[in-house]
T-cell receptor, first 117, second 116 residues
Framework: AQKITQTQPGMFVQEKEAVTLDCTYD???????LFWYKQPSSGEMIFLIY??????QNATEGRYSLNFQKARKSANLVISASQLGDSAMYFC??????????????FGKGTHLIIQP | EPEVTQTPSHQVTQMGQEVILRCVPI?????FYWYRQILGQKVEFLVS????????KSEIFDDQFSVERPDGSNFTLKIRSTKLEDSAMYFC??????????????FGAGSRLTVL
């Protein structure tokens, strides 16, 4: 089974609209972390937002928020007021277990977001 | 803002040749990682490194791969005898485990390896 599932291979959105990128995860661990990274066409991986499994509130970072629904094992990324510069690949990722930095991140296949003017 | 730097940005090599990819992690970070991304595919974990030894490695990280921290600043990935399927973007990352909560990885810009 896939650890991280991103069901939207591509999305087209009008500038200034809000966008929701889906992510569901699969783990039996109680302690885990969920991450979203942005990869523009230049190729670098840019950290956007993090949600810990024990965090009671949804994470927010500027225009980014994470809609964390633990019972449904979903961690959707919401981008408010999208901008042309938001066009990129977006990857959801998870770290399982409680060993801190030792555990590698498992990435989803990504969603290619294109913002249209 | 501190960043992870990687060299070279692009390397072309012949099959069977050895390749060394170099990374300079953020100076006060304690964990170091290598990931790879085959063109058009997802990012895959290779190895994590802490306290001068490998902490965890994936099944991709076989005997052809090795990592080293030869001095206080560099972190290298060596592929002993490259294969065509090693062609990918290789990302170095580092993190500060002392950060509360997230232990966020900061990635470098990547090294694109092309094996001919």
């Amino acid at each position: 089974a896939q650890k991280i599932t991103q069901t939207q291979p591509g999305m087209f959105v009008q500038e200034k609209e809000a966008v929701t990128l889906d992510c569901t995860y699969d783990t039996s661990d109680q302690s885990y972390g969920l991450f979203w990274y942005k990869q523009p066409s230049s190729g670098e991986m840019i950290f956007l937002i993090y949600q810990g499994s024990y965090d009671e509130q949804n994470a927010t970072e500027g225009r980014y928020s994470l809609n964390f629904q633990k019972a449904r094992k979903s961690a959707n990324l919401v981008i408010s007021a999208s901008q042309l510069g938001d066009s990129a690949m977006y990857f959801c990722a998870m770290r399982e277990g409680g060993r801190g930095g030792a555990d590698g991140l498992t990435f989803g296949k990504g969603t290619h977001l294109i913002i249209q003017p | 803002e501190p960043e992870v730097t990687q060299t070279p940005s692009h390397q072309v090599t012949q099959m069977g040749q050895e390749v060394i990819l170099r990374c300079v992690p953020i100076s006060n970070h304690l964990y170091f990682y290598w990931y790879r991304q085959i063109l058009g595919q997802k990012v895959e974990f290779l190895v994590s490194f802490y306290n001068n030894e490998i902490s965890e490695k994936s099944e991709i990280f076989d005997d052809q791969f090795s990592v080293e921290r030869p001095d206080g600043s560099n972190f290298t990935l060596k592929i002993r005898s490259t294969k065509l399927e090693d062609s990918a973007m290789y990302f170095c990352a580092s993190s500060d485990v002392r950060q509360a909560g997230a232990n966020v990885l900061t990635f470098g810009a990547g090294s694109r390896l092309t094996v001919l």
